[in-house]
Each structure stands twice: as C-alpha cells, then as structure tokens.
C-alpha cells in the first residue's frame, strides 16, 4: 500500500509539474489526461472511481461550455474590438485615462463572463487598441492579467475555480455578496492603486486619439444581447441557489446558434477556435486530486485543519488562505482548489476558513504566469501577438501588486466573522 501511495504521489507531482511548465510546448489537457490514464491503467484508482472523479466536474464543464462560447461569438462579432476602440477614444490621448478605461472594462467582463474571458478574448482586442493607439501594450496587457485575478470573486460566476471550491454547495447569491462584495471591492481597488503605481513610467506621455470606430453590427449586438441576457439569467439562478452550469451553456449555445442562422453558415468553424482542451483538463486534475484523497494526503490536510479551526478558528482561516494563495502559484489554482475544496470538505471546516481559501485560490494566482488558468491562457494570446512576458518579469510586478489585495480581501472576510 505504501509503494502504490508513493507511486501516485510521484505521478500526480510530474504530472501538475508538466501542466505548468508545458514540456514540449504540448497543451496542458495533454499532459493532465495522460497522468489520469496512467493512474488508472496502473491500477492506482479504480475505473468506477475515476468515472464518478470526472463526474463531479459536470457543472464546471457546462459552465465552461456556455462561457467559451459566448466569449467566442462576441470575438468574431466583433464586440470586444469595439469596446477597445471606444475606450481609446473616451481616453482623450491620455495613456493614463486609457489604463482606467480598460481597468473598468476588464473587471465588468471577469464579473459577468469569469476571469477566462478576459483573457482569452479581452486581451486580444486591448493589444490591438494599444497598438492603434501607438501606445506601449504592456502596461495594459498587464490589466487584463492582474483584473481577470482581482475581480474573480465577486460573484460566484466571475471563476470556474469558485464552482470547483464550492461543488454542489455553492452559496445563495445574497449570501455570496455578504460575504465577498467588500473583500472584491478592496481587491479590486488596491490591485488597480498598486498595479497603476508600478507602471507610472510607461504611462508618461500622449497616445494616438479620435479612432475611426465603425458602429457596432446587428450581430454584435445580438452577442451583446446574449452576454447581458446571460448575466442576468445567471443573477437570478445564484440567488435561487441552483447550478449555473446547465444555464450557462443553454444560453451559450442559444446565442451561438442564433448568430449562426443569422450568418446562414455552419457551426464548424465557431467550434473550431474555442479552446475545448480546457474540459479534459479539469476532468484530469479531477482524477488526480481523486487519486491524492485516496492515498491520504486530504484525510491528512484535513486533520491540521480541523484542528486549527477548532482551537483558533480566525488564525486558522486566515493562514489557510494565505497558504492557498501561495501554493496556487507552484501546482495552478485549479488542482489548489480541487484539493481545498477536498480538504475543507473532510474537515467540515467553518465557513470563516472556505471563504479565506476562496479568496487565496482566486487572487492568490496574481503573483506568477503559473498560477492560474486564465493567466496561462492569457499569455498564451500576448505570445500570438509578438509579446513576450517573462517569469521573472510578472513576477516582480505580481510580489508587489498580490500581497496587498490579498491581505485586505482576507482581512475584510475576518473582520466580518
């Protein structure tokens, strides 16, 4: 039994080494699916157990589904390159108006579209409003990274990762909002104080002004209808405390089909340019953090944690978030929660200490490219575009801007017991 615990551990451990760091450029579902199969081909975790792993996921897929097609169809349409330009031109030639601009924007689109849609099909279109303002893109590339992070517990929509901490037992929207509408807020506001301060530089000087912006097209419209029409859909369901995933991919595939027919032209190339390995992905880190609980290292976690909640329950809720956050940052928050939400689980850890490992999975990530998913995917689309942002290069930025917004948010759920 302990040379086959031994062995899983080993394989989990390259396993989320190789989704981080990408050997071989291959995609990271790749190497996630391919340590899943190995785990259950050894004998490591039953074929049933596996099965019902995946199966757990099953909100987080359709919640994924519906989002990445929406993000999808407001891409080709178009909307996301006319916001940009808008922004631009409400910025007046000042970079610094334009860096508040495009802050309001990316924090709009993580709360209603979650942190992925802003990276993956924000970011694009502030490259190229930057690059039509003759404006250096850094700084403003960096805004769609640090927001998709910051704003991503607002509401429970605003994250995958909020669904896979929470499960099945995902907080009432009244409740969700009394819970993390100040703490976002101050993420909010002392990522965009700090991050502003640490691109004062390159935001010295004039930009270019009065973009020929062309209105936007009756189907960015119909796009724009969707996306709002999905954000209030998914208000009303979280404050009735029901799944969001099922609603999220009905209107996703509503508005996509409707856009489709408008077009008079097959699906196939729609489909083609969503990111679907992001769904074996998760189904993979499901089955690895399933193997984890099978061997004892949850059952173990969870022992210190109940323990802690139990003599010190603040102290305990507060290290378990900071710990969370930072831990992010070496195995990806996805795994980082799967295994908190596990542990917290076991535990029966208090609702003081779910909050606080919450809000470290969700903006503990600002800190590297490794992080999170949305932040891997955002450097994915800087790198399609000719940009190059090192490790080392976020990470000095993200030491400065993570910690601040991270011990205020986690103050803020402390203080409010």
Known sequence: MASHNLLAWIICAVTTAAVITRP?????AIWAVSGAVLIVALGLLPVGDALRAIGKGADVYLFLIGMMLLSEVARREGLFDWVAAMAVNHAQASPKRLFLLIYGAGTVVTIFLSNDATAVVLTPAVFAAARKAKANPLPFLFVCAFIANAASFVLPISNPANLVLYG??????????????????????????????????????????DLAVEPLSINGRVAMAGIGL??????????????????????????????????????????????????????????LVETLNRTGVIRALATLLEQGARSAPASTAGASGLTIAFASNLINNLPAGLIASSTAAVAHAPQSVVDALLIGVDLGPNLSITGSLATILWLTAIRREGEEVTFMAF???????????????????????
Not at 24 to 28: S, T
Not at 249 to 276: M, N, Y
Not at 400 to 412: C, K, Q, R, S, Y
């Open 24 to 28: 071989f450029k291959w995609p990271e």
């Open 168 to 209: 099945n037992h995902m907080p009432s929207l009244g409740a969700w909002l009394q819970r993390f509408l100040l703490p976002s807020a101050l993420s909010i506001v002392a990522t965009y104080l700090v991050l502003r301060w640490t691109q004062r530089r390159p935001l010295e000087g004039t930009i270019a002004a």
């Open 230 to 287: 999905t954000a209030v859909t998914l208000l009303v369901v979280s404050a009735l405390d029901q799944p969001l995933g099922l609603p999220t991919a009905v209107l996703g595939v509503l508005t996509a089909t409707v856009l489709q027919l408008r077009r008079r032209a097959w699906p196939w190339p729609l489909l083609k340019d969503i990111s679907w390995g992001v769904l074996p992905l998760v189904a993979g880190l499901f089955i």
């Open 395 to 417: 990470f000095k930025v993200g030491c400065v801007v993570m910690l601040p917004a991270l011990l205020l948010a986690i103050g803020a759920r402390m203080l409010a017991g």
